[in-house]
């Protein structure tokens, strides 16, 4: 599904304006027998009215904010565009706005400059939610895979607090291990975010481990990997000044950085482990 067509846009922007001030049959009246609104049908006049209950935008009557850019942001948000949850790579300047989210600007008569600013807001939320969803989705099914397969206590203390700079606690006689989750859906691109606490959390506990989960496209995990602490130290920024310090990063994992499985695990396996945890199943590299 693309953007709004470009009448059904300029639909939605009439609604918006007249709305806060008539009713809805007045409006309809107005748009049905009205010489200056007949560049569109009835039919158009409907569907947009229909689009703008769908999306939350009747809500909020009297926003501040012009009808026009209200009814882009719109579009962006709820067209589900296949480029909006890649829009951080692909669309990095208003030069680089794909050709739908380009249209729906021009119909709407939106500077380049503005209609970039609601991609990038859009790609925040949809991917801010859908990062918390794969996160916790993943947390929770790694933590029963290892209750399942490990003599040890699992605790998911992340659960409980969000503060240790680790998701998951692993104890034994003699054996301690801290887990730190990051889950992905995507094949072959492990992209993570790193907060300062977990970076620092990882500096001072030699137990700490960055584990890579990738579910499947029915939330079940398809690899586990473990990522290489001394490369991670590498790769986040550095604090230039006293003055400035970075609070949370996104960080691109190369397949070089990841070891199948969950080796620092061998000393408490049970008797019947998955590959997934003994590293006899690959991360997946990139789809063909």
Not at 17 to 41: I, K, M
Not at 96 to 101: G, H, S
Request: glycine share 6%; charged share 20%; with cysteine.
């Amino acid at each position: 599904m693309s953007t709004l067509p470009e009448p059904l846009l300029r639909a939605a922007v009439r609604w918006l304006d007249r709305l806060p001030l008539s009713s809805v049959a007045r409006c309809r009246a107005l748009f049905t027998n009205h010489r200056e609104f007949s560049d569109l049908t009835p039919t158009q006049y409907e569907a947009a009215y229909m689009w703008l209950r769908d999306t939350g935008l009747l809500n909020d009557l009297h926003s501040a904010l012009p009808s026009e850019q209200r009814v882009f942001a719109a579009t962006i948000s709820h067209a589900n565009t296949s480029w909006l949850k890649d829009a951080v790579d692909l669309v990095r300047s208003p030069d680089e706005m794909p050709d739908d989210a380009i249209r729906a600007a021009e119909a709407l008569g939106l500077a380049p400059a503005t209609a970039f600013a609601y991609v990038v807001t859009a790609w925040g939320k949809v991917d801010t939610a859908e990062r918390v969803r794969v996160g916790a989705v993943g947390e929770a099914a790694l933590v029963d895979l290892l209750r399942a397969c490990l003599d040890a206590d699992v605790d998911h203390v992340a659960a409980i607090a969000d503060g240790y700079g680790y998701d998951v606690a692993v104890g034994a006689a003699g054996f301690v291990l801290h887990i730190e989750v990051k889950s992905t859906t995507r094949r072959g691109r492990l992209k993570i975010f790193l907060s300062r606490n977990e970076y620092e959390t990882m500096r001072r506990d030699p137990a700490w481990q960055l584990v890579a989960v990738r579910l499947n496209t029915d939330d079940g995990i398809a690899a586990v990997a473990t990522v290489d602490r001394h490369w991670l130290a590498s790769a986040v920024p550095t604090d230039r000044s006293v003055f400035g310090r970075w609070e949370s990063c996104r960080i691109d994992v190369p397949s070089s950085a990841l070891t199948p499985g969950i080796p620092s695990l061998q000393p408490v396996l049970g008797l019947h482990v998955p590959p997934l945890l003994t590293g006899d199943a690959d991360w997946p590299g990139p789809a063909s």
